[in-house]
């Protein structure tokens, strides 16, 4: 936790030293409407967002898919699916103060900040929660290809090289041309990270915002129940 916690801090750093320089590079000290402020911002809350929301994925599920184990998992009188998720949100809830409140602290310390006004933290606190939703969602499904593929490092490794990209993590999203904005919008991808940062900042339609979480949440939910139940139908795993 103190590792991870003090590699987000120093890459902060060096993110914030990046974009302000592209700020600096500008006339007017601003990019697709983000001044030095909500660049800031926008690059310590990220840094805490990233184990929050487990940017890059896990494994836990599917390595015991590989190893045979999750048919004790299916054996258990519980959904699994909803089992995992409970633990995750309990993952998240420990994060919020160890790995997502010290990077905000060191970048408001360090950095002209821009706080969201009051009655916007508890839209804030529910964008966040709503990230963390759509984060398993997407992660619940990568592991769950493991029942078809066995082996699903492929996978795993595109997943993470593309949530990096696409949702807003590099670089606010509104800093890619209109068309992929657009494109981008229509995906889950930056519900993920781009959605709680606008909520914060206070950048774009609140309840759009919002509203495009709530869908994929509950959309990804429904798919990965569909893709449960046909995975439980015939289970091949190694070892079993």
Not at 14 to 39: H, K
Not at 54 to 68: F, Q, T
Not at 213 to 238: N, S
Request: hydrophobic residues 60%.
């Amino acid at each position: 936790m103190v590792a991870g916690t003090a590699t987000n801090v120093v890459f902060g750093l060096l993110r914030v030293a990046v974009l302000l320089a592209a700020l600096g590079s500008t006339a007017s000290g601003r990019i697709a409407g983000y001044d030095v402020a909500a660049t800031v911002t926008y690059v310590w809350l990220g840094q805490g967002l990233l184990a929050f929301v487990v940017l890059w994925g896990d494994s836990a599920l599917a390595n015991r898919i590989r190893s045979g184990d999750v048919v004790v998992d299916l054996y258990r009188p519980w959904d699994l699916q909803t089992a995992l998720l409970a633990e995750d949100l309990g993952r998240a809830a420990y994060c919020a103060v160890t790995r997502l409140v010290p990077p905000v602290v060191v970048g408001a310390l360090l950095f002209p900040f821009r706080w969201p006004a009051p009655e916007r933290w508890p839209v804030f606190v529910v964008s966040a929660v709503l990230a963390v939703l759509v984060s398993f969602g997407m992660r619940f499904l990568v592991n769950a290809s493991t029942f078809w593929l066995l082996d699903n490092r492929g996978v795993v490794a595109l997943h993470g090289v593309g949530t990096g990209i696409l949702c807003g993590l590099n670089v606010p999203l509104d800093f890619f041309p209109e068309w992929a904005r657009f494109a981008l919008w229509f995906t889950p991808m930056p519900a993920i990270m781009q959605s709680p940062i606008d909520v914060f900042i206070g950048h774009g339609s609140l309840w759009l915002v919002v509203g495009h979480q709530v869908f994929w949440a509950a959309a990804l939910f429904g798919v990965g129940k569909v893709v449960l139940a046909r995975a439980v139908r015939k289970v091949v795993v190694q070892g079993g």
